[in-house]
């Protein structure tokens, strides 16, 4: 019993010498950089003061235009952030989301839908490319995506808690249309 006390011990020490060796034969000499940045650039400092519109985007359209253009009285804002929420409450509540991703990427965004299994349509809206974004799960929901005309990519969707009146995607279009007539 005590030779096989005697192996395990050693052989511990053997695994344990082995993984030290290990984790110092494993570096890598250079200073991590994220991708398309140089180095010394990304200090992880934030002047947040640069932020001072932070939420604007959500005020792209007043919430009487939102609320008009998916068919209801009153859009009621539910959430400012990195995605802006309206409950539009009328005949049909329908909720209504906005997005603008300043540095996201038309193809990207279409892929992303694809992937999530959403079927996609090439729709043209006041001479800008764009697409709709149907999920076959809830034929209800419609979402457009167009480059916005200061970089990026805007979205809008809606969901209707019933069946909308006409097409599913005739109200997120006709959000995107105000946003890109400048009609804010």
């Known amino acids: 019993m005590r030779g096989n006390r005697a ?3 050693v052989a511990a020490s053997a695994v344990a010498v082995a ?3 290990g984790v110092g034969a494993c570096s890598v000499d250079g200073t991590p950089v994220r991708e398309g940045r140089d180095v010394g650039t990304d200090t992880g400092h934030v002047d947040t003061d640069k932020f001072e519109n932070l939420l604007a985007e959500c005020e792209i359209l007043p919430s009487n235009q939102i609320a008009e253009a998916v068919g209801g009285a009153v859009a009621d804002p539910s959430f400012f952030g990195a995605n802006c929420r309206w409950t539009v409450l009328g005949t049909n509540t329908a909720e209504v989301m906005f997005n603008w991703f300043e540095w996201g990427s038309y193809n990207h965004e279409k892929d992303t839908a ?5 079927t996609t349509e090439n729709v043209e809206v006041r001479s800008q490319a764009a697409f709709t974004a149907r999920d076959p799960k809830r034929p209800n929901v419609c979402g457009v995506t167009a480059k ?3 970089g990026g990519v805007y979205t809008w969707w809606v969901e209707p808690s019933g069946t909308p009146a006409g097409d599913a995607c005739d109200a997120p279009i006709k959000l995107m249309e105000l946003i890109l007539t400048g009609a804010f």
């Open 114 to 118: 694809k992937r999530l299994g959403f």
């Open 19 to 21: 993984a030290v060796v």
């Open 148 to 150: 916005a005309p200061s």
């Open 7 to 9: 192996r395990r011990v």
